[in-house]
């Protein structure tokens, strides 16, 4: 997005004096008052607090140090905005303020609003009492709109919503100004801002960043008077602004940024959510309201608006500093996937790895399944054919044994004979088993003969 502005800022003493009773300033803006101008993207301002010069210098501690951190890490005032950027910026103020510190026994500190417009929108930070409005002005009072307004950090609002204070009371409470989130030095636990971003930007809308000053007896319906069309041209409505707190006690300081004309606006869903956090700026010098009345500034990039030449080259100017707010990639690096096609376009075999794997174990498993059956069945077979021959040649060597008892003639068959039959039957027993039986068959034999022989000499010899 890009903004056509006119800025304008209040700057007040009120009735503040210091101890010597000269006027005494603790606001502070980022740019200074004097120094700000149409061409400016980043607001801030701080309220200090610490009496003497700690609240000045608090406050211009902050603005300074948070304004050139977001400047340094932002060149293009329009570019690219980020959580990051503003972390960082919030941490260089606390740090600054540590430097800062002189160890008085009051310690000094300040509020902070940042207001920044980048290409994606507005990004609004906050921490204390300070304000930040967003105004979309009507005809007339009831037609104008407060679209977002900062929650003050102080005690009564949080007296407010626990029921203990009404908002009636608040306002006539002696710990009104009392706020309970501050930027100070050597923090323990640094406190964070509440950020608010948007892209709901349009042309006319004011943004409104003021200290409690400014709102000590102005609240929310004569602000929305002020900024109606009813109250005139911008320098009409700063003047009833002045006109309307030049009675009031404390400093007073309001910057007002007028949103002229919007270009490459970004819808509200598109624009970037990130949750920032606060920024300050740098310190201001001494001065009444003043009101900016630069010349309007053109919404073209940086070098169109130098030229205004409405030429071929401006044109191609514009074109390429629109394709870097829509985030469009030079032609020379390789675009990003986005979420619609990062899918689409990864090989086709990173979706199928999965699957090939689960094939490949599943062939593998039925190989091993059906090597461990064949292995199995084969064996179980083997033995199924065996088991016959085994039974007959037990039963042939059974039978051949009762055949050698009923008939002694036939037990002198030869080893070689036995082996012979024993040839074809494997599991009954090998050669030498049959050689270690066979020769004690044949001593029994011998000896029963023996004995026979022995007794029929015997007979003869008695009947002799």
Not at 171 to 197: G, L
Not at 271 to 289: C, D, E
């Amino acid at each position: 997005m890009k903004y056509k502005l006119k800025v304008y800022t209040i700057w007040e003493y009120g009735q503040r004096k210091d101890a010597d009773g000269n006027p005494h300033q603790e606001d502070c803006t980022f740019p200074l008052p004097n120094d700000m101008t149409n061409a400016d993207r980043l607001f801030i301002l701080c309220d200090g607090m610490g009496g003497h010069d700690a609240g000045e210098v608090a406050s211009s501690t902050v603005c300074e140090a948070m304004g050139h951190s977001i400047l340094q890490s932002q060149p293009d005032v329009e570019s690219n905005f980020t959580t990051e950027m503003l972390q960082q910026a919030i941490a260089d103020a606390f740090s600054a303020l540590d430097n800062k510190d002189t160890g008085a026994a009051k310690k000094m500190g300040t509020t902070m609003t940042c207001l920044k417009l980048h290409n994606a929108g507005c990004t609004i930070a906050h921490m204390g009492d300070s304000r930040v409005y967003h105004i979309r002005p009507g005809k007339s009072t009831d037609d104008t709109r407060i679209l977002f307004q900062t929650k003050d950090h102080s005690l009564v609002n949080d007296l407010i919503a626990i029921g203990e204070l009404t908002e009636e009371e608040a306002k006539h409470s002696r710990q009104r100004n009392v706020i309970t989130r501050a930027m100070q030095p050597h923090m323990e636990h640094r406190p964070k801002a509440d950020v608010y971003t948007t892209a709901d930007i349009q042309p006319g809308d004011y943004f409104y960043l003021c200290s409690d000053g400014m709102l000590e007896n102005m609240e929310n319906p004569q602000i929305c008077y002020n900024f109606s069309e009813a109250t005139g041209t911008d320098e009409e409505k700063v003047t009833r602004l002045i006109q309307a707190t030049q009675e009031n006690r404390d400093n007073h300081t309001a910057i007002i940024v007028h949103i002229l004309d919007v270009t490459d606006p970004i819808e509200e869903k598109k624009a970037a959510t990130a949750k920032l956090h606060p920024k300050p700026h740098p310190q201001p010098a001494p001065l009444m309201a003043k009101v900016h009345e630069n010349e309007e500034e053109p919404i073209d990039d940086k070098n169109a608006s130098q030229t205004e030449k409405k030429t071929k080259e401006k044109a191609d100017a514009d074109k390429v500093d629109e394709s870097k707010n829509e985030g469009i990639i030079p032609e020379d690096k390789q675009p990003i996937p986005t979420a619609t096609n990062f899918y689409s376009s990864l090989p086709a075999t990173t979706k199928r790895r999965p699957v090939k794997w689960f094939i490949l174990i599943a062939l593998v498993t039925l190989v091993i399944a059906f090597a461990l059956y064949f292995l199995l069945f084969a064996a179980k077979e083997e033995s199924k054919d065996n088991t016959p021959l085994r039974m007959e040649e037990t039963k042939h060597t059974e039978q051949r044994i009762v055949d050698n008892q009923e008939n002694p003639q036939s037990q002198k068959k030869t080893t070689a004979d036995i082996n012979v039959s024993t040839q074809s039957s494997q599991p009954v027993a090998t050669n030498t088993d049959i050689k270690t039986i066979v020769p004690d068959d044949e001593n029994i034999i011998d000896s029963d003969e023996n004995k026979v022989k022995e007794t029929i000499k015997q007979n003869s010899y008695n009947n002799q």
